[in-house]
T-cell receptor, first 120, second 107 residues
Framework: EVQLVESGGGLIQPGGSLRLSCAAS????????AHWVRQVPGKGLEWVSH????????HYADSVKGRFTISRDNAQNSVSLQMNSLRAEDTAIYYC????WGWGDYFDCWGQGTLVTVSS | EIVMTQSPATLSVSPGERVTLSCRAS??????LAWYQQQPGQAPRLLMY???TRATGIPARFSGSGSGTDFTLTISSLQSEDFAVYYC?????????FGQGTKVEIK
């Protein structure tokens, strides 16, 4: 079964740091790009970051550029999101998503999400 | 950045009705558009990609169309499990962007 499981969310003070992880199983992880997408509870989806299958190419939303870093460990079948200088507006559910392999870079599998709350 | 605008924000419909959701892009691109369905408390699920191709396991009552700047998701006969929020997303340009969502609720 294809599965993505996020972890690492929690309550953190403004200015703090948090590292999210996403564990993948049931497929050839190293063949797929990965993304993080976030959602303020009750609101819409916001794309956050992308990493290529090898990890050599990354992209970020302007709202997190310079503060968040995406990385992956293909030997451990995991992708991470290091979040620094956190702000109240970073409060959201963070989803890990797998990018389709082959033609079309859509998100064909999502994790269940992990909630990050930035508050003093 | 390509801004995706969905309409309407909310659609109140009865089971069995035909539903059409709209997604408009601020600039033209080919067919690199996906639709996702999100049930309350759940992660989004891929419905359509390439604007008109159903994802694995998606019933035939769902169909998609469009290219350029105007895209449509149609549900031919709404079932109880289809009441949810639907998002369009372009994967043509960086940053990837989503529409704000259309909530399909029971009338």
């Amino acid at each position: 079964e294809v599965q993505l499981v996020e972890s690492g969310g929690g309550l953190i003070q403004p200015g703090g740091s948090l590292r999210l992880s996403c564990a993948a199983s049931g497929f050839s992880f190293s063949s797929h790009a990965a993304h993080w997408v976030r959602q303020v509870p009750g609101k819409g989806l916001e794309w956050v970051s992308h990493i290529s299958p090898s990890g050599s190419v990354t992209h970020y939303a302007d709202s997190v550029k310079g503060r968040f870093t995406i990385s992956r460990d293909n030997a451990q079948n995991s992708v991470s999101l290091q979040m620094n200088s956190l702000r109240a507006e970073d409060t959201a559910i963070y989803y890990c998503a797998r990018e389709n392999w082959g033609w079309g870079d859509y998100f064909d599998c999502w994790g269940q999400g992990t909630l990050v709350t930035v508050s003093s | 950045e390509i801004v995706m605008t969905q309409s309407p924000a909310t659609l109140s419909v009865s089971p069995g009705e035909r539903v059409t959701l709209s997604c408009r892009a601020s600039q033209s691109f080919s067919s690199n558009l996906a639709w996702y369905q999100q049930q309350p408390g759940q992660a989004p699920r891929l419905l359509m990609y390439g604007a008109s191709t159903r994802a694995t396991g998606i019933p035939a009552r769902f169909s998609g169309s469009g290219s350029g700047t105007d895209f449509t998701l149609t549900i031919s006969s709404l079932q109880s499990e289809d009441f949810a929020v639907y998002y369009c997303q372009q994967y043509s340009n960086w940053p990837r962007t989503f529409g704000q969502g259309t909530k399909v609720e029971i009338k």
